[in-house]
């Protein structure tokens, strides 16, 4: 089992910056994908970044240019910079990781999600 801690959520002025951390522990094989959702209000869940073992990045158009996600293998954990905010960033930020298993399946994990607001 492994489990997602988040943090680095509050709230923020327009035009300001946060950087989320998500520390993953617990019985890890290999991580492979790790990715950044988010939930506004009201809204259903999508996708704001990713990023292989590899470092291959994939980001959502409408954070290209201001998030930045990186990460840490040794450390197992992955960071999302989020620069110049706008009051639709405000959303709930879900960690996401995907485990590799030695019998090459892949098993999907959550965080428990961090508040982000952004006031205008």
């Known amino acids: 089992q492994v489990q997602l801690v988040e943090s680095g959520g509050g709230l923020v002025q327009a035009g300001g910056s946060l950087r989320l951390s998500c520390a993953a522990s617990g019985s890890i094989f290999s991580l492979n994908d790790m990715r950044w959702y988010r939930q506004p209000p009201g809204k259903q869940r999508e996708l704001v970044a990713s990023i292989t073992k590899g470092g291959s990045l994939n980001y959502a158009d409408s954070v290209k240019g201001r998030f930045t996600i990186s990460r840490d293998n040794a450390k197992n954990t992955v960071y999302l910079q989020m620069n110049s905010l706008s009051p639709e960033d405000t959303a709930v930020y879900y960690c996401?990781?995907?485990?590799?298993?030695?019998?090459?399946?892949?098993?999907?994990?959550w965080g428990q999600g961090t508040q982000v607001t952004v006031s205008s």
């Open positions: 996401y990781a995907e485990d590799s298993t030695p019998w090459y399946s892949q098993i999907q994990y």
